[in-house]
């Protein structure tokens, strides 16, 4: 199970750190990403980390902006998000895949459907 938090309203140009804290003792075998859905679009790859968080992978819209990052000791995963714009408002998601082979394929990494597990989505509104 997923939990999202750390949502929030933030003005342009501000930060928000999200949160997703997973149970069960086999969160450090998954790899781990962030969606995000707006309304009326379709839901798209954020970022994703590897189950032991030395590899990391970012879409290009977010890339020297936001930061993945995990502790599988405390079972989770965090989203940095800085220097926010207004396009980045959404509901974020997280996600689990516990398939290791699928972190071979950066097609596999970015898709939505290749992951189990899925939080239940954390707010994010960011004002201009």
């Known amino acids: 199970q997923l939990q999202a938090s750390g949502g929030g309203l933030v003005q342009a140009g501000g930060s928000l750190r999200l949160s997703c804290a997973a149970s069960?003792?086999?969160?450090?075998?998954?790899?781990m990403g962030w969606f995000r859905q707006a309304p009326g679009k379709e839901r798209e790859f954020v970022a994703a980390?590897?189950?032991?968080?030395?590899?990391?992978y970012y879409a290009d819209s977010v890339k020297g902006r936001f930061t993945i990052s995990r502790d599988n000791a405390k079972n989770t995963v965090y989203l940095q998000m800085n220097s926010l714009k207004p396009e980045d408002t959404a509901v974020y998601y997280c996600?689990?895949?516990?398939?290791?082979?699928?972190?071979?394929?950066?097609?596999?990494?970015?898709?939505?459907?290749?992951?189990?597990?899925w939080g239940q989505g954390t707010q994010v509104t960011v004002s201009s």
């Open positions: 996600a689990a895949d516990k398939d290791r082979s699928n972190w071979a394929s950066r097609l596999a990494r970015v898709a939505a459907r290749m992951y189990d597990y």
């Open positions: 069960g003792r086999t969160f450090s075998s998954y790899a």
């Open positions: 980390i590897s189950w032991g968080g030395g590899n990391t």
